[in-house]
C-alpha cells in the first residue's frame, strides 16, 4: 500500500482505480506519507546497496531457490554400550578442580563450599551440589575410615612398600594394611588409555586409609564404548540399566580389572541415509571441516581413494574422493604472535589475525623487515612467510569461479538395524523454496515463535479467564494466583526462568511413585526436545521460550477473557439459562461467541506486541531475527545497517500483522 | 380435580445487600393450575419479579418450597430439565445479538432439545410466523425494532414446546405503539390455553385475558381474584390505593 500511494498523485487521473486511490490517499493521515516515504526510502536504499542485502538475506536465513539436501534422517536407537569410566570433576574450596572416580563418592547433598579465606580473603562460597569424597590418607592426618584396594607389589628395594596401579599411578602403603597375597595379573584399561601396560607381579589387597574432602561438583561424565568400537563422553542421566558384572579377559576382551560394566544408551544418530540393503541402514552423519582452496593455487586435481584415520575414529570410513595438491599460500602481515610451534600474522588490510604452523613454513622464504626482528621489539614487525605444498585429501562440495571447497574429514557411517530404532523423522537442513521446513532461523523463527506461543497463550488465557468468572472460590482464587504471579514477573526473567530453572528441573526429574502409577515429566520434557530437534536440528531453548511467551501472555489473556465476558450483559446468560442451557452450554453457544467479539481489538493488540517481546528469546541464544542481526553484527562490525534492518523488519511485520487483525475484526463484526 | 402445575408454598426470599439483608419475600404461598393466566401486578420492588425468577430457579429461595410440574425445585437435580419446560420473556427481550432471528429460535432446540437442523429450522419458521415476523428470520436483533424483537423472544421460549410461560414485564421497555402486537401474541396464546403466569400493568390485558390478579406489595400477596371483581370491588385498602394510581394514568 506505501508504494502506491505515494506515487498515485503523479499518475494521470484519467481512469476510475487511480481516481479511486488519489480518494483513498487523501483519506489517509498525514503520517501514513511520512511512514510510506519511510519505506520508499528504505526500498531505495537496499535495492541499490549490496550491503542492505546481503544483511536483509542473512536475516531471512539466506534462502536459495532449490535444494537437495532436504533434510536429515535421525534415528534414535537403544544401543548396549560398555561403560569405561564415570569420573566427576569437582572444584575444590581453594579453586582448584579435581577430577575423582565415581568410586571414591561418598555422599552428595546440595548446598554451600566455604572458601578457603584464609588462602584468599576476597574469594565467594560457592553454592551447587557438594560431593564428598575419599582421598588417601596422608601424614598427619586423621584417618576416617578405609576403603579396599588391590595393586601390584612393586619390587623391594627400598624404606618404603610401594603399589604400582594399571592406570600407571602408584602409592606408598604401611604394610600391616595389606589383607592378602596373590601371584597374577592385574589388567589396565587399553581403551582408556592406549598406551598403558598390563602389571604382572605380586597382587596384594590392602586397607588404604582415607580422609573426606569435599568440592563442588561442576561436571560429571560417562565414558562409554558402543559395540563398533567407537569411544564417546556423554552425560550419565542419559544412560539407563546400568549393571556391572565380574568377567575375566578370556570371556571378554575389554574386561578390565575383572568387572565389566554395561548400561543402555540412547544414542541419536542424525545424518543422510546412503544405502540400505533391507537389514542394515547405513546413515552419512558428517562431521564437516572444510578447506577453502583458490584456483590459482590448485598444482594437480586427480581422484583418488581418501583414507581416514581408524585410531581416530572407528566409525570412520575410506572413501572415494578428491585428491588436490595446493600450492603453499604466501602471507605478509604484521606478526602479533610467534611461539615455537607457529606464527600468528595479521595480513595487510585485515583486522584479525592468522595462525600458521611453523611446520607448514619453508624457512629459507621467510621475510622480515626490520630484519630479524620480534613481536617484543618496539614498533611492528612485518614479516612473509610461504607455507609448503600440501595435499588436501577430500570430497568437492562446493565449486566456484573462486576456487573449489574441500570436505576434508572423512564422513562417519553408522550402521542401524532399522527395527532396532526407537524413532525415526527427518530435521530439516536449508532453507529453500522447496524446503520451506528448513526455513526455521531469523524471521521465520520470529514469525513461528510468536504464532505457536499466541496459540498456547490464547488457550491457556481463555481456560484461565474462564476460571477468574467462576463462582467455585478454589478455581478462583487458584486463577487469580496464577494472574497475579505471572504479571508481576518481568516477561524477561519468565523466559530465563523457565530456561534454565524449570527446564533443567524437569529434565532431571524423577518419577514420583503414586502408588498405582509413576509420575514423572522427563518424558514430557524428552518429547519438546525431539519437537525442538525436528524445527531447529538441534536441542535448544525453543521450546521454553515458546512456554514461557505463553504463559507470560496467558496471564494478560486472562484478562482481557474475564473482562471480556463480564462484558456481556447479565441478561444473556439468564436467557440462554431459562432456555434450559446448562452453564457450559450458555458459556459456549452465547457468552463466548459475543465476549471474543468485544475482546477482539486487545486480542490483536496483545498479538502485536507478543511479535515485538519475541525479540527477547534472544537471551536464550534462538537464532531470531534479532540474534540473527546481533551475529551479523559480531561478524562485521556493522550496527547501523544491521538494526536499522533489523527494525524495518519488525516494523514491517507488525503492520501486517495489524492489517490481518482489522481484517479479523471487520470480518467478525455485528450488523 | 387436576393438580395444581405451580405450587408455592410459604417462599421466603432475601437479598445480601450492602446494607444487610433485604426481605423480597415474605412467605408467599400460591398455586396455578394447568391453563391457568394469572397476572401479577404491584408497585415496582414489591417482589412480583423476584416470585417470577424464583418459579425457574433463576433465584434460589430461603425458605418453602416450590413445586413445578410436580418437581421440587429445591431438590431437582437437573434444574436445567425443569426449565426447558419452562419459558420465560424478559422485560429487556436478551435475544442473543450475534444470531439471526431463526438462529435465536434454533439454538436452545439444537442444544437443549437435540433436534436435527432441519426440524429446528421448521420449528421455527412457524413460531416466526404465528408471531408474525417470518419475513425478518434472517435479521440480527439489533436492526428489529423492540416489539418485533419481544415476539421473537416469545416465540423463542415457545420453540422448546414449554408447559408454562412466564413473563417479565414483557411490555414495560416498549414504544406504545408496540405494545399492542406483543399484546396481540400474548393473548392469541392465552386463548391456546398455555399455562401463563404474566407480571404487567397491562390492565386491558388482564382485564382480556387473566383468570386471576395478584396484586403484591412489600412481598406480600395482598389480594387475588378473578379481574372484574378485583377491579370493580377491591377488598383491601392498599390495593385501592394502588388501583387509582394506576386508573388515573
Known amino acids: 500500500m506505501t508504494d502506491n500511494t505515494s506515487q498515485a498523485p503523479e499518475e494521470p487521473i484519467n481512469n476510475r482505480s487511480a481516481r479511486l486511490l488519489v480518494a483513498r490517499a487523501g483519506a489517509l493521515p498525514w503520517w501514513a506519507f511520512l511512514l510510506a516515504l519511510l519505506f520508499v526510502y528504505a526500498f531505495i536504499r537496499i535495492s541499490t546497496s549490496e550491503e542492505y ?77 557438594i560431593v564428598t569424597y575419599r582421598v588417601p590418607a596422608g601424614d598427619g592426618d586423621t584417618p576416617v575410615g578405609t576403603a579396599e584396594k588391590r595393586g601390584v607389589l612393586a619390587p623391594e628395594g627400598g624404606l618404603f612398600t610401594i603399589v604400582n596401579f ?128 583458490p584456483r ?59 595462525e600458521i604452523p611453523k611446520a607448514n613454513l619453508i624457512q629459507d622464504e621467510e621475510v622480515r623487515s626490520p630484519e630479524n626482528c620480534r613481536v617484543e621489539d618496539e614498533g611492528a614487525c612485518f614479516i612473509t612467510v610461504k607455507e609448503k605444498d600440501s595435499v588436501v585429501a577430500g570430497r568437492i562440495i562446493k565449486d566456484t569461479d573462486e576456487g573449489i571447497t574441500v570436505q576434508t574429514v572423512a564422513p562417519v557411517f553408522v550402521e542401524l538395524d532399522p527395527d532396532e530404532a526407537e524413532s525415526t523423522r527427518r530435521a530439516p537442513l536449508g532453507c529453500a523454496l522447496n524446503n520451506i521446513r528448513g526455513c526455521n532461523a531469523g524471521i521465520w523463527l520470529t514469525l513461528l515463535v510468536t504464532f505457536v506461543a499466541y496459540g498456547l497463550a490464547l488457550m491457556i488465557g481463555l481456560v484461565v479467564g474462564l476460571m477468574r468468572v467462576s463462582s467455585n472460590p478454589v478455581i478462583y482464587h487458584l486463577s487469580t494466583f496464577y494472574v497475579e504471579l505471572i504479571r508481576g514477573t518481568p516477561l524477561l526473567v519468565l523466559l530465563l526462568f523457565f530456561a534454565f530453572v524449570i527446564g533443567p528441573t524437569i529434565r532431571d526429574m524423577k518419577p514420583i511413585n503414586l502408588g498405582l502409577f509413576e509420575f514423572s515429566l522427563s518424558g514430557f520434557y524428552a518429547i519438546l526436545n525431539d519437537i525442538e530437534v525436528a524445527v531447529l536440528g538441534e536441542e535448544s ?32 446468560m ?56 546481533r551475529l551479523y553484527i559480531t561478524r562485521t562490525f556493522q550496527p547501523i545497517p544491521v538494526y536499522l534492518m533489523v527494525s524495518l523488519l519488525y516494523v514491517l511485520l507488525t503492520l501486517l500483522l495489524s492489517m490481518m487483525v482489522r481484517y479479523i475484526e471487520k470480518r467478525f463484526k455485528l450488523p | 380435580m387436576t393438580d395444581p402445575i405451580i405450587m408455592i408454598q410459604d417462599v421466603h426470599k432475601f437479598f445480601n445487600t450492602s446494607r444487610g439483608k433485604f426481605h423480597a419475600l415474605k412467605g408467599v404461598s400460591l398455586q396455578i393450575m394447568p391453563g391457568e393466566v394469572v397476572t ?14 424464583c418459579i425457574n430457579r433463576l433465584e434460589t429461595i430461603d425458605r418453602g418450597s416450590i413445586t413445578v410440574d410436580g418437581i421440587p425445585l429445591s431438590g431437582a437435580k437437573n434444574i436445567n430439565k425443569v426449565r426447558a419446560e419452562v419459558g420465560m420473556v424478559f422485560q429487556s427481550f436478551n435475544l442473543f445479538p450475534h444470531k439471526t432471528a431463526l438462529e435465536n429460535l434454533m439454538l436452545a432446540q439444537r442444544v437443549v432439545r437435540k433436534r436435527g437442523r432441519d426440524e429446528a429450522v421448521e420449528k421455527a419458521r412457524g413460531l416466526l410466523k404465528k408471531v408474525g415476523i417470518h419475513d425478518k428470520e434472517s435479521s440480527y436483533p439489533s436492526q428489529l425494532s423492540g416489539g418485533q424483537q419481544q415476539r421473537v423472544a416469545i416465540a423463542r421460549a415457545l420453540a422448546m414446546d414449554p408447559k408454562i410461560m412466564l413473563f417479565d414485564e414483557p411490555t414495560s421497555a416498549l414504544d406504545p405503539e408496540m405494545i399492542k402486537e406483543v399484546l396481540d401474541v400474548m393473548l392469541e396464546l392465552a386463548k391456546e390455553g398455555m399455562t401463563m403466569v404474566v407480571v404487567s400493568h397491562e390492565m386491558g390485558f388482564a382485564r382480556a385475558a387473566a383468570d386471576r390478579i395478584i396484586i403484591m406489595d412489600e412481598g406480600y400477596i395482598v389480594e387475588e381474584n378473578v379481574p372484574d371483581e378485583l377491579f370493580e370491588n377491591p377488598k383491601s385498602e392498599r390495593t385501592k390505593a394502588f388501583l387509582s394510581k394506576i386508573i388515573k394514568h
Request: charged share 25%; hydrophobic share 35%; proline share 5%.
Open chain 1, 53 to 129: 542485502q546481503d544483511i536483509l538475506d542473512a536475516l531471512i536465513d539466506r534462502p536459495s531457490a532449490t535444494t537437495s539436501d532436504k533434510f536429515d534422517v535421525v534415528y534414535e536407537v537403544d544401543t548396549e554400550v560398555q561403560v569405561i569410566q564415570e569420573a566427576l570433576t569437582l572444584r575444590q574450596p581453594d579453586g582448584t578442580r579435581v577430577n575423582i572416580d565415581i568410586d571414591d563418592v561418598e555422599g552428595r547433598e546440595e548446598g554451600r563450599l566455604a572458601c578457603d579465606r584464609q588462602a584468599d580473603p576476597d574469594c565467594v562460597d560457592q553454592f551447587g551440589q
Open chain 1, 166 to 293: 594399571p592406570n600407571g599411578s602408584s602409592i606408598i602403603i604401611d604394610p600391616n594394611n595389606i589383607t592378602s597375597r596373590e601371584e597374577g595379573t592385574l589388567l589396565c584399561n587399553h581403551v582408556l588409555q592406549p598406551g598403558c601396560q598390563d602389571l604382572t607381579g605380586e597382587i596384594v589387597t590392602f586397607e588404604l586409609p582415607y580422609v573426606l574432602k569435599q568440592g563442588l561438583l561442576l561436571r560429571e561424565d560417562a565414558v562409554i564404548r558402543h559395540p563398533d568400537g567407537y569411544v564417546e563422553t556423554v552425560r550419565p542421566n542419559r544412560l539407563s540399566d546400568v549393571e556391572t558384572q565380574e568377567c575375566t579377559r578370556e570371556e571378554i576382551e575389554t574386561c578390565f580389572g575383572g568387572e565389566y560394566t554395561t548400561a543402555i544408551f540412547r544414542e541419536r544418530v542424525v545424518g543422510t541415509e546412503v544405502t540400505s540393503d533391507g537389514e542394515n541402514i547405513k546413515v552419512r552423519t558428517v562431521n564437516e571441516q572444510t578447506v577453502f582452496i
Open chain 1, 296 to 354: 590459482e593455487r590448485i598444482i594437480n586435481l586427480e581422484s583418488g581413494l581418501v583414507e581416514c584415520d581408524r585410531n581416530a575414529n572407528p566409525r570412520c570410513q575410506d572413501f572415494q574422493g578428491t585428491i588436490v595438491a595446493r600450492e603453499g599460500a604466501v602471507t605478509s602481515g604484521e606478526l602479533s604472535l610467534e611461539t615455537n610451534r607457529s606464527v600468528s600474522i595479521i595480513p595487510e588490510g585485515q583486522t584479525t589475525s592468522v
Open chain 1, 541 to 572: 531453548f525453543l521450546s521454553e521460550a515458546v512456554l514461557g511467551l505463553a504463559i507470560g501472555y496467558g496471564a494478560f489473556l486472562a484478562e482481557v477473557f474475564r473482562a471480556g465476558i463480564q462484558s456481556v450483559g447479565r441478561g444473556q
Open chain 1, 574 to 629: 439468564e436467557a440462554a439459562r431459562s432456555l434450559g442451557m446448562s452453564y457450559p452450554q450458555a458459556m459456549r453457544h452465547v457468552i463466548l461467541p459475543q465476549a471474543i467479539r468485544v475482546v477482539l481489538p486487545p486480542l490483536g493488540n496483545d498479538f502485536i506486541a507478543l511479535l515485538k517481546d519475541s525479540a527477547l528469546i534472544t537471551v536464550l541464544a534462538l537464532p531470531d531475527l534479532l540474534q540473527l542481526g
Open chain 2, 40 to 53: 401479577v401486578i404491584g408497585p415496582s420492588g414489591s417482589g412480583k419479579s423476584t416470585l417470577l425468577r
